[in-house]
């Protein structure tokens, strides 16, 4: 059985706030997926139904096939990672991994193997001893972990467990927990709104918006193939330009853009209709001085040029006051100055026609 969470249908309102739609959800055993969206598009209470602290409306939630609805959550095989962390401030590292294995009545000498397990795992071995406030961020986030990974649960549930470290240590952790989760081949299920921790760290992202899952996908399809605007727009950044298709050959696509024909694909599970949005990711513009020999392109005047280290920002203004946005790499490139005539131009693959 390959599938090790799934919901079927769940709802949940708060009041008269419907905060989740009906989702569905299949997450493979062993495999990160990760629940991306803006603050209030449910995907923490998603998480919080996983994990037993809140009860769905309707619908089921299974695991390994049972439904566990109405379970209490110290009876599901799951452990959640808090982005509090919600250590007990009076006790030590070790005190803090064995409570949960202390609750279950598990004998002295396992608790004393297990943590000293849990521990190796996150790389806090010399760490026991101590009390959190002792601890860096990055070091009680482990602990965690660690107290998560003790109780050999069949899913882990992160809600945004990166949030309150900077950067610098976010970036390294993201990748510590993609490694941990590869070594140990435990279900991670991960919460976050940052969308470039999600395309760095997931075997697949479910997209949430306002209550629904707009699309579930590996993080190159998500980017390179979005079946909504929300997705396109919310994913990095990308270009959206509103058309109309005027000819169709499979899913090649002759648009038109106030009277210029442009090309692009219609993208996967899309209803064509008179008027769709078309999203070309800013690194996939090319921006050239004379007509270019190519039977699509549009004309535009330079609008503004930044330098954002390896990369170029050229924000250039269409017809009708739409502006595009090209990136290119600093080195070696021509630089283009405010007020200059251009043509923007892309291959039609990397233009993608998702309905309005």
């Known amino acids: 059985m390959n599938t090790i969470v799934e919901l079927q249908k769940v709802e949940k309102g708060f009041g008269n706030d419907l905060v989740v739609k009906g989702i569905d959800l299949n997450v493979k055993r062993g495999e990160f997926l990760t629940i991306l969206g803006p603050s209030g598009c449910g995907k923490t209470t998603t998480l919080r139904m996983i994990a037993g602290f809140e009860e769905p409306d309707a619908g089921q ?34 005190e803090n991994i064995a409570y949960g294995l202390k609750m279950k009545g598990v004998s002295k000498s396992e608790i004393t193997t297990r943590v000293k397990e849990a521990l190796r795992l996150v790389q806090l071995e010399s760490f026991g001893d101590r009390k959190p406030r002792q601890l860096s961020g990055g070091q009680q986030q482990r602990v965690a972990v660690a107290r998560a990974l003790v109780n050999n649960p069949k899913v882990i549930l992160l809600d945004e467990p990166l949030g309150a470290l900077d950067l610098k240590l976010r970036k390294q952790m993201q990748m510590e927990l993609k490694h941990l989760q590869q070594k140990l081949e435990i279900t991670f299920i991960y919460v976050t709104h940052d969308q470039e921790e999600a395309l760095t760290i997931s075997d697949r992202i479910a997209v949430m918006n306002e209550g629904t899952i707009e699309q579930i996908a590996s993080p190159k399809e998500i980017y390179e193939r979005p079946q909504t605007k929300f997705v396109a727009d919310f994913i990095g950044d990308t270009n959206l330009l509103e058309v109309k298709i005027t000819d169709m050959k499979e899913n090649s696509l002759v648009l038109d853009f106030y009277g210029f024909k442009v090309g692009g694909k219609l993208g996967i599970n899309q209803n064509v209709s008179d008027s769709m949005y078309l999203s070309i990711r800013p690194e996939r513009v090319q921006l050239v001085k004379e007509t270019p020999d190519l039977s699509y392109s549009l004309p535009g005047v330079v609008e503004e040029t930044i330098f954002v280290g390896s990369f170029i920002r050229t924000i250039v203004q269409l017809a009708k006051g739409d502006r595009i946005v090209v990136m290119t790499p600093s080195q070696g490139k021509q630089i283009f100055q405010s007020g200059e005539r251009v043509w923007v131009t892309w291959r039609e693959e990397d233009g993608i026609v998702i309905g309005a």
Not at 77 to 93: E, G, I, K, R, W
């Open 61 to 94: 939630i299974l695991l390994e096939g049972q439904n566990v609805v109405g379970i209490p959550p110290y009876k599901r095989d799951v452990n959640t990672v808090f982005q509090s962390y919600a250590l007990f401030p009076h006790m030590t590292v070790n």
